[in-house]
Antibody
């Protein structure tokens, strides 16, 4: 069974930093492309970034609102995906989901981690 | 940027009825690039359909997807109580690579 368990969410002040982790199991993590999708309270879904597998060079791509502030990385030895968020803004308040990315769609989703940016 | 517009915003139906949800793209996209998701309150989204018409693992056959070009449809043939949720379409494109529609709320009438 595929499991994606996100952790590290919480309350942070504007301008602060936070790192989310996503522990993966039930599939071959080192060959999977992974992604982060967020959902602001009461709003729709927004893709924020992806990381290719190591065999896909492990390169990353980001959506414009987070480019230069957020960094996605992975540790294949720990089956873990990360999202480092810097220079946080109030509009970054959302539930952050880690997902697997197969083809052009997000096939498995974690339960999400809530990030609240507020003074 | 390709914009996905879903309609209606809210659909009120009764169990046993047929639901038809629309997703319109601002420009033509490959059918391979279109997916549908279901989200229930307090839960993560779940993949229903990918490649416009292929059901994901363990998705009941009452869910079907169709369409091409700019117009795509998700059909639920006979609504079950557990089908009342929010539905999103999603496409792969360029800058941003992935976008979602704004969602259709399917509520019990």
């Amino acid at each position: 069974e595929v499991q994606l368990v996100a952790s590290g969410g919480g309350l942070v002040k504007p301008g602060g930093s936070l790192r989310l982790s996503c522990a993966a199991s039930g599939f071959i993590f080192n060959s999977a492309w992974m992604s982060w999708v967020r959902q602001a309270p009461g709003k729709g879904l927004e893709w924020i970034g992806r990381i290719k597998s190591g065999t896909g060079s492990g390169t990353t791509d980001y959506a414009a609102p987070v480019k230069g502030r957020f960094t996605i990385s992975r540790d294949d030895s720990k089956n873990t995906l990360y999202l480092q968020m810097n220079s946080l803004k109030t509009e970054d308040t959302a539930v952050y989901y880690c997902t697997t990315l197969t083809g052009y769609h997000f096939d498995y989703w974690g339960q999400g981690a809530l990030v609240t940016v507020s003074s | 940027e390709i914009v996905l517009t879903q309609s209606p915003g809210t659909l009120s139906l009764s169990p046993g009825e047929r639901a038809t949800l629309s997703c319109r793209a601002s420009q033509s996209i490959s059918s391979s690039y279109l997916a549908w998701y279901q989200q229930k309150p307090g839960q993560a989204p779940r993949l229903l359909i990918y490649d416009a018409s292929t059901r994901a693992t363990d998705i009941p056959d009452r869910f079907s997807g169709s369409g091409s070009g700019t117009d795509f449809t998700l059909t639920i043939s006979r609504l079950e109580p557990e089908d009342f949720a929010v539905y999103y379409c999603q496409q792969y494109g360029s800058s941003p690579l992935y976008t979602f529609g704004q969602g259709t709320i399917l509520e019990i009438k």
